[in-house]
């Protein structure tokens, strides 16, 4: 299991921000765009730990890059 549990969802946006990432839709999930991946974020406090990590593997990073982020 990824070591990220209660993530907030609008902590994960700032931290994906700072890498390039910027929100292109918000509905029931922040969808978010670098021009070459699309990732979607539930808007849910916490964010599931196994919902977080595909996210983050999704955006092309790892645990460790993305726990600096926060």
Known sequence: MPNLPG???HRAVRAL???????????KH???TNGER????????PVD??????IVKDAGLS???FKKLL
């Open 7 to 9: 993530i907030n969802h």
């Open 17 to 27: 921000e700072k890498v390039g990432f910027w929100i292109a839709r918000e509905g």
């Open 30 to 32: 922040i969808t978010m």
């Open 38 to 45: 699309i990732i979607t974020i539930p808007r849910a406090n």
């Open 49 to 54: 730990a196994y919902t977080m990590g595909g």
């Open 63 to 65: 645990i460790e890059e």
